[in-house]
């Protein structure tokens, strides 16, 4: 199986209360093609510009993600965005965004980013979407977006989650999208709309799954599933946990074969937990670049056991 | 097995985007002693005024909750909060208070009060609280407070938080007492004050559960488990929801014999998650009054299903 994901690749200057960097690697694509390198074969597609060096490339490369179409253009800036988090890690402040090449950015995808077998679509502005969900016909897509593309490009925005499988954004952005306040009522009018699962990011809260399938679980013949994020006493930088959420969740899907069923899509969303509970640990992809497999499975198992009513592991001493 | 708890026993006024009451019963010991009644034996202890009527008493009892200790006061008003919700559904705004009553509440509890296996001391002034506490030798004791008592009152609501064996408040408030932003040091600094358990409610996002116990959980040596609020469509009045949650935990706990076994403690969770979601589906305690102990289990069951990663039942046509 292989993953197209297309969207930022990008430099980012973050401050938070543990600490700041002034320029990082970082982006949507960047941080969901880490977390997904881990379960499957992942190619990210976007423009970058000089100041994107060969160091940057390598360590894609060190994780396997393949990066022929990350394309480089020559007298170019690649994205920037400068944020600050304060108190609350839960609320990101925009000081800076510096498009660069990302404001000519027309999507052409080679034929083997077209060939994906699931796709997504991370945060970038909903007709470019649009357009290279329409170059790929991957039988599994998922989007990301964002406050802004729902206050400006609604209508293309709304386009777009009709052509995709699975929304993937903030609760806040599930309600202000449909204009429904409650979030299982706005879940299901996203379903109306074209998708058949929704995954609404909390934050520290963790995430839940709505799905259409016919289930047990909800009055609405669909199906429910919640996990807490991962607690830590340490969290550093929140910067990219969403799109690590998002490279854990798709990148298991198609790492296991594209399996849709309830009880895969429950694992993924474990995955997407815990590789958005290392990414948070250290600044930018500091941590996820060291992962290794062992750890992600280590702490999948304890996420496992902290969220289980019955048959709890004896404990230790 | 028998619980007392001491609390407002109020009458509410509220307006939510779904309707609104002028004048409800309510108050925390109401709300959970309604909520414990499916659960053990319930002795709320509090004053009322000549306003509180016969009716009021016996929808108490017609859930068999011991009325005994509900004290009239002759010329006394009973405790009466208005308030209304807008959109955000998990904001409370507070529009008026009187005190009434509890104004000039001593607590001063009968031997049967006394001799509960289980203590609950809702959201009141700490000193009072303490004073309950030092007459009940109760072998588990929870408190609830709210950020007023905390800007007011802290150190004695510390000495209180320090004589209890679990606290249950919103997150917000368990980094505000501790001053600590990371919500898994906040709950370690409140055990190191005493309390073996602390649950923090999280509105709509659930609740969580942190133990001192040894566990294979997290990096302290604790425990941690975590339920997200069971998916609802229709949330028409949130007032009392997280009294509601506290007396299907603390109800559940005494029912089974005060088993405070990780296993146990994590029913509990999932009782008194139900019987928050059941508490908002109405106005005040409409919902819960007319509730019955299957309704419970049956969502209890649709809880569990939507929580766990493996052995999912068979899916519905």
Chains 1, 2 share one sequence.
């Not at 027309?106 to 077998?117: I, N, R, T």
């Not at 709309?193 to 709505?210: D, N, Q």
């Amino acid at each position: 199986m292989a993953l197209t994901v297309v969207g930022s690749i990008a430099f980012d200057a973050v401050k938070t209360p543990f600490g700041e960097r002034e320029r990082m690697l970082g982006g949507a694509a960047v941080h969901f093609s880490l977390a997904a390198s881990f379960f499957t074969e992942v190619r990210p597609v976007g423009p970058v510009g000089d100041d994107f060096g060969d160091e940057h490339i390598g360590l894609l490369e060190s994780r396997g993600i393949l990066t022929e179409d990350i394309e480089r253009v020559e007298g170019g800036q690649s994205f920037f965005w400068r944020g600050h988090y304060d108190f609350d890690l839960n609320v990101a402040h925009t000081d800076d965004t510096q498009l660069g090449v990302f404001g000519e950015f027309e999507p052409k995808l080679s034929d083997a980013a077209k060939a994906a077998d699931t796709l997504f679509l991370a945060n970038i502005q909903p007709d470019l979407q649009r357009q290279v969900r329409a170059q790929c016909g991957a039988g599994f897509s998922g989007l990301d977006s964002m406050n802004l593309w729902i206050e400006i490009a609604k209508d293309s925005l709304l386009a777009a989650v009709g052509e995709v499988d699975c929304l993937v954004v903030n609760d806040a952005e599930i309600r202000m999208l449909t204009g429904e306040s409650n979030l299982a009522r706005a879940a299901r009018a996203v379903m109306d709309m074209g998708p058949r699962a929704v995954v609404a990011k909390r934050g520290e809260y963790g995430a839940a799954l709505f799905t259409s399938e016919p289930g047990t679980d909800t009055g609405d013949g669909g199906t429910f599933f919640a996990l807490p994020g991962f607690p830590l006493e340490d969290v550093r930088d929140p910067t990219g946990a969403g799109d690590s959420f998002a490279g854990g969740f798709f990148g298991y899907l198609d790492g296991t074969g594209g399996d849709l069923d309830e009880a895969n899509l429950r694992r993924a969303m474990g995955y997407g937990t815990v590789l958005a509970s290392f990414n948070v640990e250290e600044f930018g992809t500091e941590r996820v670049a060291r992962l290794g497999r062992e750890e992600i499975d280590e702490r999948f198992e304890a996420l496992r056991r902290m969220t289980q009513f019955e048959g709890l592991p004896a404990r230790r001493d």
